[in-house]
């Protein structure tokens, strides 16, 4: 499975930006998709994660209320929906499709990922 990620930009803080995955090759495999992301010199995070029919999703504790993710399986994108970002947001976004049926939140559920997209949010 490939992921493409793509979405990423500068916003001000209150602003939206929506990021968008698109896989490719044996997405069969893709089970579970989520986002991950990682700040300069922090560890890479959960963001959130959806299994494969929607019915499931998980949000960090930091992104819940703000955040949104969904996924198209026809055309097999996933989407994050960000809103009122602030600049703790800022970060390189990864997408990650896992073939577990439980949307987790652990980075070892997650057999494929993506290149990152920088989100940078100024105050």
């Known amino acids: 499975v490939q992921l493409q990620a793509s979405g990423g930009g500068l916003v001000q803080a209150g602003g939206s930006l929506r990021l968008s995955c698109a896989a490719s090759g044996r997405t069969s495999s893709s089970a579970i998709m989520g986002w991950f992301r990682q700040a300069p010199g922090k560890e890479r995070e959960f963001v959130a994660a959806i299994n494969r029919s929607g019915t499931d999703t998980h949000y960090a504790d930091s992104v819940k209320g703000r955040f949104t993710i969904s996924r198209d399986n026809a055309k097999n994108t996933v989407n994050l929906q960000m809103n009122s970002l602030v600049p703790e947001d800022t970060a390189v976004y990864y997408c990650?499709?896992?073939?577990?049926?439980?949307?987790?939140?652990?980075?070892?559920?997650?057999?494929?990922w993506g290149r990152g997209t920088q989100v940078t949010v100024s105050s």
């Open positions: 990650a499709a896992g073939r577990t049926a439980v949307a987790g939140s652990s980075p070892r559920e997650y057999n494929y």
